[in-house]
């Protein structure tokens, strides 16, 4: 009873937020957030929240959702691709049933052409997440997997999606990592994401680079500029309803911009989990919710 009076506390506080942090409850919610977007020259990655589940049907039914998300895109003509986790298509059940699961959602996307990104998660998922993406992509072109800047292990794996010619988005990291796995000091995980983000600039497969943080943003657009790197081929990724001022500037300037719409019923442990993971997240958001 006291664990139910304290969600639906966080519920009624975090509300307002929600409101513009996560896009709604339903697919069609996102596709009207997608739209939204749209009209600045904004793209989108859509996300179906969810995340861990330890039930086989579960995991169907996220499967089942994302394929009728994939449908809606495609009639709605929306300018959207899909992101999705790995746990949430089964990874704490199996590998093969979450490989198998997060194949038939590449092979859909695939059919009506569309683009579908890996999201990383904590670091135990880590190498079991590049393994199923690795897999899948010698079969399908048509998918991308994200890299945390945070982890120590990233340079290396940079190396080979850039060999892999693989579509790799560029984050910091919001999960908190012991320190034999993970930079501890945000100058640290700042340094690693500027050298992962020039080597991806120079040599990457249309990347993202996902980030908030406008002096790493003015680093890229001066280095993409000075190295002869082509606004077209690669883009800045952001949170839906975070620095909406500086996505629609950007695009304005005529770069490539996706926003991160996460939508679902899921939305507040994704919510909480996004403030308490670090410290600085928690800072973050209040800082620039109201830009």
């Known amino acids: 009873m006291h664990e139910e009076a304290t969600v639906s506390g966080a519920s009624v506080l975090l509300a307002p937020l929600a409101k513009r942090y996560i896009a709604g409850t339903d697919r069609t919610a996102a596709i009207s957030a997608a739209k939204l977007l749209n009209e600045f020259k904004i793209s989108t990655a859509i996300d179906n929240l969810g995340e861990n589940v330890?039930?086989?049907?579960?995991?169907?039914?996220?499967?089942?959702?994302?394929?009728?998300?994939?449908?809606?895109i495609k009639t709605s003509g929306v300018d959207a691709n899909i992101s999705l986790k790995l746990t949430?298509?089964?990874?704490?059940?199996?590998?093969?049933?979450?490989?198998?699961?997060?194949?038939?959602?590449?092979e859909k996307a695939?059919?009506?052409?569309?683009?579908?990104?890996?999201?990383?998660?904590?670091?135990?998922?880590?190498?079991k997440t590049i393994d199923a993406y690795l897999i899948l992509r010698g079969i399908y072109e048509n998918a991308g997997i994200a890299v945390q800047s945070a982890l120590k292990r990233s340079a290396r794996d940079i190396d080979r999606f850039i060999h892999e010619k693989a579509s790799v988005r560029l984050v910091k990291g919001a999960y908190k990592e012991g320190a034999d796995v993970?930079?501890?000091?945000?100058?640290?995980?700042?340094?690693?994401?500027?050298?992962?983000?020039?080597?991806?600039?120079?040599?990457?497969?249309?990347?993202?680079?996902?980030?908030?943080?406008?002096?790493?943003?003015?680093?890229a657009k001066e280095f993409a500029e000075s190295a002869g790197v082509d606004k077209g081929s690669f883009e800045f990724e952001m949170l839906l309803g975070i620095k909406r001022n500086l996505q629609k500037?950007?695009?304005?300037?005529?770069?490539?911009?996706?926003?991160y719409c996460p939508y679902?019923?899921?939305?507040?442990?994704y919510t909480l989990r996004r403030l308490t993971e670090r410290k600085e997240n928690f800072y973050f958001v209040l800082k620039n919710i109201f830009d």
């Open 182 to 219: 993970a930079f501890q000091d945000k100058k640290d995980v700042d340094i690693s994401y500027e050298a992962l983000m020039k080597q991806l600039l120079l040599k990457g497969h249309m990347p993202a680079i996902a980030t908030h943080d406008e002096r790493l943003i003015n680093i």
């Open 264 to 269: 679902g019923v899921n939305w507040l442990p």
């Open 249 to 259: 500037q950007l695009a304005e300037e005529g770069y490539r911009v996706r926003v």
């Open 54 to 72: 330890k039930d086989a049907a579960e995991a169907e039914t996220s499967v089942s959702e994302y394929l009728e998300l994939l449908s809606l």
């Open 88 to 106: 949430h298509m089964g990874l704490d059940i199996s590998e093969e049933l979450a490989r198998k699961n997060a194949g038939r959602i590449i």
């Open 110 to 127: 695939r059919e009506l052409g569309n683009f579908v990104r890996f999201d990383m998660e904590g670091s135990a998922y880590t190498q």
